[in-house]
């Protein structure tokens, strides 16, 4: 497994005050649960909300979860002056989303310039034992010289 | 573009019924627009809770929109004791989702018994302008034999 | 369907050149059979040692003539100082590649300035009759300032 | 990593026989270089023939040493009157195919009795020195009852 050499050292802060800023993720209940270079994690606790008519969270919210860890995973190793944009993401569902949480991992897989291929698993966690839900691969693409904060 | 004919006659109120229940599109407020052999659109108003760190709304909420066009889409061509589960997705972004009101609009490319490849586009619609946000190709699998209801 | 403005107007005559160049092409058959702004056309007629155990065309096969139709339907867009990179594809299966011939049929979606959003279908043709095979979505980036000619 | 028993014993034997029928692989002159219940390696030696523009091996090429890495990797875990098919599958570009050889190297992630979803990586060896082409995630279907041989 590739180790990686942060561009910004402030790498975590970075990521947990955009993180902190995503609508998004406070809506859905996600948490941001650990920051490393090239590594993120995001948990989700199971809520009613969230489900498909099965009553497993949606797939969809299971893409979400490991998008935007892919996304950050991306984020920790570029400069300071850099946002981040998702390119495309690709994900295959392995199990139905059942347990008390979810647990997306990401990694870089490789960190270009420009573009960053990473990948992600999403696992559920049930009575303390986990299932692959979902695995993923991902491009991220880095902004140089531009701002994360809101547009326009 | 293939015309279809559904197994099962009663398949709009069925996709209506099926997404009534997903408790996940009425948390994020998407409306289902329209139900068609074989094409399904999906709506959804911008809301400030569903964006991300540049006021955008999230890529993976753009990705859950087209997930579940994609599925509803497979679903009006299946028999009415089959249920629905998707396989994989794969979604490009093509520009921000910035604008009043988001659409996912899917069709079936082909219907096989047991799985079925659908695509999608979402647009953003600002200004009464349209804009291609996202083109999404996915697999989504016919459960023969599986109710629709909660599972357990 | 958008049309295109090319930013070099030798656009035909670059791409005609690069596959010329495709050793790989040449190996497998493969001809260049239209070159429109934004779209390309490969051509590859059927031959048994391009088979899989079914006889089929080998569904490797089938993505690599959509993966090159779609790098030069946005080469088609560069300018004439650029070369073309592939980031990613992804290929649904819709049927096998059975017939007299395949076509691989290509458009640019998203022109970027440096990434390309393209989609490609795959179509086999058996006594006159076309059949999509294959249905695919990918990323083409632009390398600005890099020629097309061998590396290193 | 997961450790797969297969339902069938005799499952090398069969994914060498199905390799040896597959005239594409001989026509670029890939090698079955390892089988093992649930992965699988093919290897690749460069040649000019397999080009792109740039001297490197064709992405096209890459993908398809992937996916039937992949394809061979489900297949090991099939019972012995099933057949295999590619559903689908992505890749991601992480440099240029270029070295002496490639090999791919796909394992299962999920079996599933129908679907099957395999990852692979593609590596490059250069002067003795390994770096990962391609990074692919697929789907592969399980034909029940359904022979390996010709189609007829």
């Known amino acids: 497994m590739a180790s990686f ?35 993120v994690e995001i948990e989700l606790a199971y809520r009613e909300e969230l489900t498909q008519q099965h009553r497993f969270i949606h797939g969809g919210i299971v893409g979400m979860l490991a998008d935007n860890a892919r996304g950050y995973a991306a984020f920790t190793l570029m400069p300071a002056d850099a946002s ?14 059942e347990g008390e949480r979810l647990v997306a991992r990401a990694r870089v897989l490789r ?12 696992v559920a966690i049930k009575d303390g034992r986990e299932t692959q839900v979902a695995a993923c691969l991902a491009t991220v693409m880095t902004l140089h010289g531009r701002d994360d904060g809101p547009r326009g």
Chains 1, 2, 3, 4 share one sequence.
């Open 5 to 39: 050499t942060p561009a910004n050292p402030e790498f975590e802060a970075r990521v947990r005050d955009s993180f902190a800023r995503q609508r998004a993720m406070a809506t859905i209940g996600a948490r941001l649960a650990s920051v490393r270079a090239g590594e």
């Open 84 to 97: 981040v944009v998702s390119v495309e993401y690709k994900v295959n569902f392995l199990a139905p989303a």
């Open 111 to 122: 960190p270009g310039r420009t573009l960053i291929v990473a990948e992600a698993e999403v």
